[in-house]
């Protein structure tokens, strides 16, 4: 079945850039998105991409590169705020158009 | 902001008893899911639902059971709980057509069989 790769953990200060990589099967793959999830509460939607190339929402980017089967999310002028786990989720149209989740990658920032 | 509801949020429960874990959503989506979620680990689909009438298993083996008789409702039945059963249970909704890429998720049920 198709699985995805990401690190278990980074960790990162305010105010830094810090990129949380992943890798995805091909056979099926539509396209890939990133949630955010705190402690205890629900994944959040971050982006999509579809598309080779950068998606730029406010300190969140993501990127995509089909020809690598990799893609990340780039969070800039992190915050404390952004200390939760991050999953990348592959789109797979042959498995009906259903996410298939990554194991997530625990970010912490510290002061 | 998502309008995705589960209850009840905490539940702690004896071996062998049946339980049922609300989900209902009022944003008229016709996807639904149930994923399961370890403390830090990954989210695994253990059921969906494309429509009224229509339910799969996920790719976890579950031995609970859902229902979907109306659009906006979706409850996850385990007719004798288990210790392995102990987990947060996440309920889910996405309307985009064809591409289920964003997903709006409720706040979850932490249940506990002991």
């Known amino acids: 079945g198709q699985s995805l790769e990401q690190p278990s953990e980074v960790t990162a200060v305010e105010g830094a850039i810090v990129q949380i990589n992943c890798t995805y099967q091909t056979s099926g793959f539509y396209g890939l998105s990133w949630y955010q999830q705190h402690d205890g509460g629900a994944p959040t939607f971050l982006s999509y991409n579809a598309l080779d190339g950068l998606e730029e929402t406010g300190r969140f980017s993501s990127f995509l590169s089909r020809s690598d089967s990799y893609g990340y999310l780039l969070l800039q002028e992190l915050q404390m705020k952004d200390s939760a786990s991050y999953f990348c989720a592959g789109l797979y149209i042959n498995q009906g158009g259903k996410l298939i989740f990554g194991q997530g990658t625990e970010l912490s920032v510290k002061p | 902001e998502a309008d995705i509801y589960q209850t009840p949020r905490y539940l702690v429960i004896g071996t062998g008893k049946k339980i049922t874990l609300e989900c209902s959503q009022t944003m008229g989506h016709d996807k639904m899911y149930w994923y399961q979620q370890d403390p830090g680990m990954e989210l695994h689909l253990i059921h969906y639902?494309?429509?009224?009438?229509?339910?799969e298993k996920g790719d976890l083996s579950s031995e609970s059971t859902v229902s979907r008789i109306r659009t906006e409702h979706f409850p996850l039945t385990l007719e004798s709980a288990r210790p392995s059963h102990t987990s947060q249970y996440l309920c889910?909704?996405?309307?985009?057509?064809?591409?289920?890429?964003?997903?709006?998720f409720g706040p979850g049920t932490r249940l506990t069989v002991t």
């Open positions: 639902s494309y429509g009224v009438n229509s339910t």
């Open positions: 889910a909704s996405s309307g985009r057509g064809e591409e289920n890429y964003e997903q709006y």
